[in-house]
């Protein structure tokens, strides 16, 4: 008779985990799904009378709107267009885009990772790693597909376990998605979706808001990060796994393309080039702001005032995008990636041409979102919300604590970050707000949940990416195994990060640019 062997319950757990996020639709479809059940709600709501005071207009009495009787008809077929097009995010992240993806189809992103990690001394690879990973969010393809099996292969050459330097570089891409030193595609996108959240209960305030809301914390955050990552690598990952015995790292290797190979001279010319028209851009960005009589300086209040408040930082999209498209033509002349104007337009297509499944998701959230919005459901449970929670007397920090686990719980059943939170920013930022706490700090809690769970879940994209890299080094690696190496980067990265967060609250640092913690005070 043969005996199965019983599970554990973390195992069985994780299984559940698996079953249940495969049941759930794919994202597009999800959208639909909440964009049909919005409009049910609204139907059946509005007979009931519900109605609240507008939280940013005294004596304006707010009701829920039925989007299936004949004004909610005409609405919905009179604005299907309109909501897809108008989107927050959809025309600023296509445009950054534009920017991000000639640098990462010329090679640059990928020879900056390539070298950096490279030149780093033997003592200070692992920190190096983490921190590659961590700066990698720029282009989170580009770390997902490069850093992990370079991480492997420095590691097995070092003598040491290749899945441990793949697991500190995954930790570091994965894990530490929301900090980076540099404004990213991800800012634009969720920055876009808490402005237009926050549209609904106060738009006076959402237009004082701009991506650069979490700057300073994303940015204090890679180095936290970094030595957190480097820590767990060290004292727990590779104790645990401990000599490598498998197959060697340069047969296991050797069918690898030249992403994991050392720059060519004509690679590190291009970088040279990049460097120099990157600084040049930098300074022309800067006059554009920083002298006093700059064009895009703003004209009131203190010289601080004058930067953040500023038609600069309204145009920080499409500065962006130049700042990574010239470096990026730049390096793909220099390497002859790109030799003529066909090249850079076909490079430009097929960036576009990569954006085609968040066009379509635009489309169903944008329907999801612009319904919600209509039906003033946001506006309703934002203020019911907020009364059920102040009942319970549950705010300030357990409050905060309360979003962030949750936030990283649903982070395990649905992996897109701008999925999620397009669903969670119409219901949570609303709510925070009436608990007196801004939407940028609400959307960096978020972040930090968001990143710190998604090297743990298998519904997140690259996942099977990982796990296909570590089966080089360990034939029998799987789901289970995958997780069980990622989880302690995931727990100390989630405490860590949290009690970072509460400690920049509780000294009351901004968050980024014109970024406070409180809101309405």
Request: proline letters at 5%; zero cysteines.
């Amino acid at each position: 008779m043969r005996w199965k062997r019983r599970k554990g319950v973390f195992q069985r757990f994780l299984d559940g985990i698996e079953r249940i996020g495969n049941k759930l639709p794919h994202p597009i479809t999800l959208f639909a799904i909440l964009a049909g059940l919005v409009l049910i709600l609204s139907a059946a709501l509005q007979p009931l009378g519900i109605s609240v005071e507008h939280p940013g207009e005294a004596g304006k009495m707010v009701e829920i709107k039925n989007l299936l009787n004949a004004e909610g008809l005409k609405y919905i077929f009179g604005h299907i267009t309109e909501n897809f097009v108008e989107f927050a995010p959809l025309g600023v992240v296509l445009v950054t885009m534009l920017g991000i993806g000639v640098a990462e189809r010329t090679g640059l992103i990928s020879a900056i990772l390539r070298g950096f990690v490279l030149a780093v001394p033997t003592r200070f690879i692992t920190v190096g790693l983490v921190f590659a990973g961590v700066m990698s969010s720029v282009a989170s393809d580009a770390g997902y597909v490069v850093l992990p099996p370079l991480g492997a292969l420095i590691f097995a050459g070092l003598g040491r376990h290749p899945l441990a330097g793949l697991a500190a570089a995954f930790a570091g891409v994965s894990a530490g998605f929301s900090a980076n030193l540099v404004v990213s595609g991800t800012d634009v996108l969720l920055g876009e979706l808490t402005i237009d959240a926050a549209s609904a209960i106060d738009p006076g305030y959402a237009e004082t808001m701009n991506i650069l809301m979490n700057w300073f914390f994303i940015a204090a955050s890679v180095f936290v990060l970094t030595g957190i990552g480097t820590w767990v690598t060290e004292r727990i990952v590779v104790p645990r796994l401990g000599s490598y015995k498998g197959e060697d790292a340069d047969t296991a290797e050797a069918d690898d393309d030249e992403n994991l190979q050392n720059l060519k001279p004509i690679e590190k010319k291009g970088l040279i080039w990049a460097a120099i028209s990157l600084v040049i851009g930098l300074i022309m960005a800067a006059l554009l702001v920083l002298p006093e009589n700059a064009p895009l300086r703003g004209t009131e209040g203190s010289a601080m005032d004058r930067i953040v408040q500023s038609p600069f930082m309204d145009s920080l999209v499409p500065i962006i995008a130049i700042l990574f498209f010239i470096p990026g033509l730049v390096y793909g002349i220099v390497t002859k990636v790109i030799r003529n104007d066909k090249d850079v337009a076909g490079q430009l297509t097929d960036t576009m041409a990569s954006m085609a499944m968040f066009i379509v998701l635009a489309f169903t959230a944008g329907q999801f979102v612009a319904f919600f919005k209509e039906s003033n459901m946001g506006t309703v449970l934002g203020v019911y919300g907020a009364k059920v929670l102040d009942s319970i007397n549950l705010t300030g920090i357990p409050l905060i604590l309360l979003f962030v686990l949750i936030a990283a719980f649903i982070n395990l059943f649905i992996g897109s970050a701008s999925a999620k939170w397009a669903m969670m920013a119409p219901i949570f930022v609303p709510i925070m707000m009436q608990l007196g706490y801004s939407p940028e700090i609400t959307q960096m809690a978020y972040r930090v949940a968001d990143s710190a769970t998604n090297i743990i879940t298998p519904l997140m994209t690259y996942f099977a990416v990982i796990i296909a890299f570590a089966q080089k080094y360990d034939k029998k690696m799987g789901i289970g195994t995958m997780i069980s190496v990622m989880l302690p980067y995931s727990l100390y990265f989630l405490i860590g990060w949290t009690i970072i967060l509460v400690i920049w609250m509780l000294l009351g640092i901004p968050l980024g640019p014109g970024a406070p913690i409180e809101y309405g005070s």
